[in-house]
């Protein structure tokens, strides 16, 4: 189980299924690259990346999305 932030929320599960409960459009996250099986499980889970954003995290340089 992992934890998505939604309009600052954290919510549990990648499925989007307590996102969409809250009428969210779609899930954020934030990892490193470091952290290979993490990203593939949440690509699996059909998370997109994204190009680089700030982020206060210094060790986040991956960021992914999954629309709803």
């Avoid at 996250?29 to 998370?47: R, V």
């Avoid at 680089?52 to 060790?59: E, I, S, V, W």
């Amino acid at each position: 189980m992992s934890v998505a932030i939604v309009d600052g929320t954290p919510v549990l599960g990648l499925d989007g299924e307590a996102a969409r409960a809250t009428k969210a459009t779609h899930l954020y996250l934030e990892t490193n690259s470091a952290l290979k099986p993490a990203i593939a499980l949440y690509e699996s889970f059909g998370f997109v990346h994204l190009p680089p954003r700030p982020t206060p995290y210094a060790r986040a340089d991956v960021f992914m999305e999954k629309r709803l």
